[in-house]
């Protein structure tokens, strides 16, 4: 691939000069189809961030993540701690699906779909080039000394980037505490709330200074992604690819001129306009191969395809390509390393369906008092003594709870100091209880049990737990 002498630029990430400052980055406003699709695609997500919060699913809030209650709602079905397994299981299945979402498709997830890209390009640098015009605009209000013009759209911008990191700030709150609680605190009034107060205001800090200081760097240092991807990528990946082949010819690029044939003189289709580079959010040269600073935004391919029009050459000189379809042209191939990362994919998600269809509305745990053992009551009875908590995932309460032994042992449940269990919605109870069993129908030192769970004699869940008794010479 053809450097055109420029081969020092992975010595560096593209954001620090060469005295080691930061190089502030004046993308120029993109335009084109894939700018287009990646709006709507954006949007769409915007508004289903914000919207989730409140929208309501049979009373559960649609998303929820409240870690200090140790509530979750996924799609609008509750979560309990006890079901921290599907979590774990679902995790796993994001993982194997990005690796192989990345290893098909390289970085693309991170200019599509990434909520920092989203925020950065779709609402805060728009906001930007509002107020501050496009890139060469920017590069001269930098420059400019502070007068009144600079001073009023600098207070502008900051005052409403702060204003929608505010608001970001309440969205993802009422994720973590629900959004019936945060409207309830925002008409109480931040003071009757200090603490919570106190919490959104440093998290509206954090969000202000990412999107405007920090921005592209988050991208580039703190994201772990981006180094995961050098692990990933190969030659058979689809990225944003700039074709060399093409673009260079024998004798590399060349400014255009009219009437000019460059196939006979050995350029390629490359006039080095410099259009991908001033595009690229990262302030990154695509036409230096893969770099660890893409977010695959597809800025580039937009502003190259629109020179190609305009000079009349074919699009697609940067495309979504692999480095084989580029050297070789080969095509697309989905070859083993695919294919085995979406067997694990299918294995997994079909493992998650299944506990998803084995989980219960009720769970009930009934455990013998630790360090207790049997006692012999009258009538040759023998009791052991137990703590149970029954947990209700469900919208809906159970009264007139009772726990009765499924087994054909003469045996009686007795709950301490109360003759049924009442359990509210997504909400638990628990107490004690005895459980007695005539000696003579025991026939082991330990018998194991079936616990079956009534709710005004329905049946709503069953638990297995262990009897001690005395111990049996045959």
């Known amino acids: 691939m053809a450097q055109q002498g ?155 980037f702060f204003f929608i990191s505010f608001l970001v700030a309440n969205i993802f709150l009422a994720y973590l505490i629900g959004s019936d609680i945060l409207l309830t605190y925002i008409i109480e009034g931040p003071l009757n709330h200090l603490s919570t107060f106190v919490a959104l205001f440093i998290f509206t800090c954090v969000f202000y200074f990412i999107f405007a200081w920090f921005r592209e760097q988050v991208c580039i240092i703190a994201c772990p992604y981006g180094r995961l991807q050098g692990v990933l990528l190969d030659n058979r990946s689809v990225i944003v690819a700039y074709d060399y082949v093409r673009g260079e010819g024998e004798k590399g690029r060349k400014k255009f001129r009219k009437n000019e044939n460059r196939e006979e003189l050995g350029h390629g289709d490359c006039i080095d306009c410099s259009q991908c580079v001033h595009v690229c959010p990262t302030g990154i040269d695509i036409r230096n191969g893969t770099q660890l600073e893409c977010v695959n935004c597809t800025a580039c391919i937009d502003a190259c395809d629109e020179i190609m029009d305009k000079t009349g050459f074919k699009r697609g000189l940067i495309r979504f390509a692999s480095e084989e379809n580029i050297a070789k042209k080969a095509p697309f191939k989905f070859d083993l390393r695919m294919k085995g990362y979406t067997a694990v994919l299918t294995i997994l998600v079909g493992i998650l369906i299944g506990m998803l269809f084995l989980r219960t509305d009720v769970q009930a745990n009934v455990l013998r008092v630790p360090g207790q053992l049997y006692s012999h009551e009258e009538g040759g009875i023998i009791s052991n003594i137990y703590t149970y908590k029954i947990i209700n995932k469900t919208t809906r309460d159970f009264d007139n709870v009772t726990i009765k032994v499924a087994d054909s042992l003469n045996a009686e449940v007795i709950l301490v100091g109360k003759t049924s269990i009442f359990v509210p919605k997504q909400g638990m109870a628990e107490g004690t209880l005895f459980i007695k069993i005539q000696e003579s129908s025991l026939e082991e030192e330990k018998t194991k049990l079936i616990l079956d769970v009534y709710s005004n004699g329905n049946k709503i869940e069953s638990e297995k737990t262990i009897f001690l008794g005395p111990r049996v010479f045959k």
């Open 6 to 160: 420029k081969d020092v630029f992975r010595d560096s990430i593209g954001t620090i000069d060469e005295e080691g400052k930061r190089a502030w980055v004046y993308p120029k406003k993109p335009s084109g189809r894939y700018y287009r699709y990646r709006k709507y695609v954006s949007y769409l997500l915007l508004l289903i961030l914000f919207a989730s919060p409140f929208i309501k699913i049979n009373g559960n809030q649609f998303l929820l993540f409240n870690v200090l209650d140790r509530k979750f709602n996924i799609f609008g079905l509750p979560f309990w701690p006890q079901d921290f397994y599907l979590f774990v299981v679902s995790m796993i299945i994001g993982i194997v699906f990005l690796s192989l979402f990345t290893v098909v498709f390289g970085r693309i997830f991170c200019g599509w779909i990434c909520p920092q890209t989203i925020f950065m390009e779709m609402v805060f640098r728009r906001i930007e080039y509002w107020i501050d015009g496009d890139r060469g605009a920017q590069m001269r209000l930098n420059k400019q000394p502070w007068n009144a013009e600079k001073i009023r759209k600098r207070l502008l911008k900051w005052a409403i």
